[in-house]
């Protein structure tokens, strides 16, 4: 099945990036960085589904949202930054995914996905956060040396989050970025950027100015 999915990095409240094809997505392979059949660690509480768009009779096993924000992060150098989202725009989400804020029935789901950097120390740290928060997927095999590897860091990213969860529209951001969920959800009903199971499509935009050097407005 094929969803039309977004791609979208928010950069200090803004909306800024590109949007990618789930299609397209589930051809980004991590043949590089894991064994073949090797899938990325995911550790996350029982999701109640809210709402599963109906498909052609399969049942897909993937926990369904239909906000997928996924968040590459650094293993060690990111830790306090996760807690500060957690503690800010994230805890707007209740366990089902719905915002509290926002007058919406959409459910979301916030990844952050992370190598295995650090010692070994530093991995017993992490293993205690992942048990605690239930949010955070590990590459294995994969490791950078503070922010390096970015394109591949995001390319592995999005294609954990299509192997463990399904999604009619995906997110990403960064560790250092406050989204306004209220805003962008709004945003995404106005534009039809979610996926339509009906016709098997989304609506896909450009928002955002890269470096300054962009003429195009930010939706």
Known sequence: RTCCCLLV?????GLCQVYLNQKFAQSLECKPCRQDGEKATVVA???????????DGEQD???YYDLMIVIPAHA??????????????VRFLDESGRCSTCASIRTTKV???????GTQKDREKLKAELAKYGDIAVIPGFSQTLYTQRARKTRLSVHVAVEQFS???LLKTDTDSYVFLDRFLK?????QMFW??????????????????STLPVL
Do not use: K
């Open 9 to 13: 990095a928010v950069i200090l409240g």
């Open 111 to 117: 990844l952050y996905v992370v190598g295995e950097e």
């Open 76 to 89: 060690v150098a990111d830790a306090d930054r996760r807690i500060a989202q957690r503690n800010s725009w």
């Open 61 to 63: 096993p993937r926990p």
């Open 196 to 213: 339509d199971p009906a016709s098997d499509s989304g609506r896909s935009s450009y928002g955002g100015n890269f470096m300054g050097m």
């Open 187 to 191: 945003l995404v009903e106005r534009e």
């Open 167 to 169: 999604f009619g529209l």
């Open 45 to 55: 509480e029982p999701v109640r589904v809210v709402h599963q768009p109906e498909g």
